[in-house]
């Protein structure tokens, strides 16, 4: 496959993983198309008789964002590693929010990665993760503010 047509992405997202993640990877993948939004995942697209790299580059290059599902085996994956970096380096200061790195465990975020602000998925009810992860892919693509729809209350000075 060549690059995008006329320069639009063919998918909003491309969900980049490590194989202990595929639950999540999946379930991200699920939420973002139930919301309307194009997804690339390689559980469901690097389909028998693809080429699983030919696959890999065209979502890095064919994806408007790329989703980091981020765990401790995520961060020893040379294949991970690639595809994040491969978002970072065509947005290093984030001004169009083309990496979005979703952490679905308690883990560091080291090096480059320390410096994108993240969201984590994981310690909350499913309801609450899947808003989470639907603000962050709206926020992102809007390129809006996170500013809250009700004023926040007043802070009190009590003891």
Not at 15 to 21: F, G, H, L, N, R
Not at 50 to 59: E, K, P, R, V
Not at 74 to 86: F, H, I, K, N, P
Request: net charge negative.
């Amino acid at each position: 496959m060549s690059g995008p047509a006329q320069g639009r992405p063919r998918w909003d997202f491309f969900v980049s993983y490590t194989q202990a993640d595929r639950q999540w990877a999946e379930w991200v993948a699920w939420s973002l198309e139930d919301d309307g939004h194009r997804v690339l995942i390689q559980a469901w697209d690097f389909v028998p008789g693809s080429n699983w790299l030919a696959s890999m580059q065209d979502g890095v290059r064919g994806a408007e964002r790329t989703v980091a599902v981020l765990s401790d085996a995520y961060l020893t994956s040379v294949y991970g590693a690639a595809e994040w970096q491969a978002a970072w380096a065509g947005d290093p200061a984030g001004a169009t929010r083309t990496l979005l790195v979703a952490r679905v465990a308690d883990c560091d975020r080291p090096g480059l990665l320390g410096q994108v602000v993240s969201f984590d998925l994981f310690g909350m009810p499913e309801a609450d993760a899947r808003a989470q992860l639907l603000r962050a892919a709206r926020l992102a693509v809007s390129g809006g503010r996170a500013k809250p729809t009700a004023p926040p209350p007043f802070p009190s000075s009590g003891p």
